[in-house]
């Protein structure tokens, strides 16, 4: 362990909700493993944590998550700089999307094969550290970023951006129910609600409940240091209406989303 709390690896850092839970990871104490396609982005944000909290170490990598082979080299490259790796974020993603049969399955495409497809790659490379680490008795910690748009089906823009979180869920469910815990390993699902960020920036909508990126990204903070299994952030008003949009009909689900 080479900082005070451990080496956390962030897919997708470069902005929005990666980059501040950099920000916010690297105040409580932890040292970064930070990779995206921008790296002039990731130098900056190294350059702006490393001047606020100049005893935690940050790596930074360029990485393009749909390149199979990039995402295990650069997972194994970062354990091996930081001497193992103690929790990894998958957050990457794309929010592309059209209705589906209205001639745009290219956006829908783009969007399976970042948020699901590419998501399966980075789960893989993280738990083959982790596994290898348990080995040897250290814990590791997989979190998998969805979104409360993954409780039910959504409608339009935003069906295949659903399906995929809903899979990326699946994904860590399954590990749940390995039991992957009892070998050293804990899973978190993080269900991000409306939480403003550089992907939604530009979305003219009433999207009620909406918070601040900061705000936001606390809320899941403190669900990941906590090792939750399953978090909807933040907790007021997205748990109860994860259970509403879980369990009510669908024209009642229309209502809400």
């Known amino acids: 362990m080479t900082g005070s709390k451990g080496t956390i690896l962030i897919t997708g ?3 929005g909700l990666g980059e501040e839970m950099s920000r916010q990871f ?3 104490g932890y040292d970064l493993a930070l990779c995206a396609r921008r ?6 944000l190294r350059a702006e944590i490393t001047a606020e909290h100049p005893g935690v170490t940050i790596g930074v990598k360029a990485l393009d998550v749909n390149d199979d082979d990039a995402v295990f080299a650069v997972f194994k490259e970062f354990a091996a700089d930081f001497d193992g790796l103690d929790r990894v974020i998958i957050n990457a993603g794309l929010g592309k999307g059209a209705p589906l049969g209205t001639g745009r399955y290219d956006a829908n495409k783009a969007t399976a094969m970042t948020n699901f497809v590419a998501a399966l790659a980075q789960t893989e490379a993280a738990m083959e550290i982790f596994r290898s680490q348990a080995a040897e008795g250290r814990r590791g910690h997989l979190v998998m970023i969805s979104s409360v748009s993954a ?8 069906t295949t951006y659903a399906a995929t979180k809903a899979g990326v869920a699946a994904l860590a469910e399954g590990l749940l129910n390995e039991n992957v815990k009892a070998k050293g390993i804990d899973v978190s699902i993080i269900y991000p609600g409306y939480i403003r960020s550089e992907m939604n920036a530009k979305v003219e909508q009433k999207a009620k409940f909406m918070v601040d990126t900061e705000t936001g ?3 899941m903070v403190d669900a990941i240091e906590k090792r939750k299994e399953k978090a ?8 109860p209406l994860g259970f509403a949009l879980k369990h009510l009909p669908m024209p009642a689900v229309r ?3």
Not at 39 to 44: F, I, V
């Open 13 to 15: 850092a470069s902005s």
């Open 26 to 28: 690297a105040a409580l």
């Open 39 to 44: 790296t002039e982005r990731l130098e900056a």
């Open 151 to 158: 409780m039910r089906g959504m409608r339009k823009t935003i």
């Open 217 to 219: 990204v606390r809320s």
């Open 232 to 239: 909807l952030v933040p907790a007021w008003p997205w748990v």
């Open 255 to 257: 209502r809400l989303m």
